[in-house]
C-alpha cells in the first residue's frame, strides 16, 4: 500500500518562511513526478509546483521566485520551501506523486494546513 506522508506546515506571518516534505512509501513503481497542490477554501484545488524524476520543475506564476520544490529520490521524498508567505498562500496544501506503467496512477497526502497571517 502507497503512503504519502506530509509534515511541516503551521502558521506563520506575513513574509515569513515554512517548510513542508512528503515521504512516500510502499509499493510505488515508476514514479514520473512529484508535486505540490493547494486548495483554499471555497477555491479548487491548483497546482503549486511539480518537479520530474529529471529534476525539471514547474511552478504556478503566482509563487514563481518564492517557493522551491526539490527531491531526493533515493528517499522518495519531496519537499517545498516557501519564502516570503502572502496571506493568499493560506490553503491546504496536498502532496502529489505521478507513476506512469501502463497508465497514470495519482497519490495524494492527506493535506497539510499553512495558514499566513497579516
Known amino acids: 500500500q502507497v503512503q504519502l506522508v506530509e509534515s511541516g506546515g503551521g502558521l506563520v506571518q506575513a513574509g515569513g518562511s515554512l517548510g513542508l516534505s512528503c515521504a512516500v512509501s510502499?509499493?510505488?513503481?515508476?514514479?514520473?513526478?512529484m508535486g505540490w497542490y493547494r486548495q483554499a477554501p471555497g477555491k479548487q484545488r491548483e497546482l503549486v509546483a511539480t518537479?520530474?524524476?529529471?529534476?525539471?520543475?514547474n511552478y504556478a506564476d503566482s509563487v514563481k521566485g518564492r517557493f522551491t520544490i526539490s527531491r531526493d529520490n533515493a528517499k522518495n521524498t519531496v519537499y517545498l520551501q516557501m519564502n516570503s508567505l502572502k496571506p493568499e498562500d493560506t490553503a491546504v496544501y496536498y502532496c502529489?506523486?505521478?507513476?506512469?506503467?501502463?497508465?497514470?496512477?495519482?497519490?495524494w497526502g492527506q493535506g497539510t494546513q499553512v495558514t499566513v497571517s497579516s
Open positions: 502529489n506523486v505521478v507513476t506512469r506503467l501502463l497508465r497514470r496512477l495519482d497519490y
Open positions: 518537479i520530474s524524476t529529471s529534476s525539471s520543475t
Open positions: 510502499g509499493n510505488i513503481f515508476r514514479i514520473e513526478s
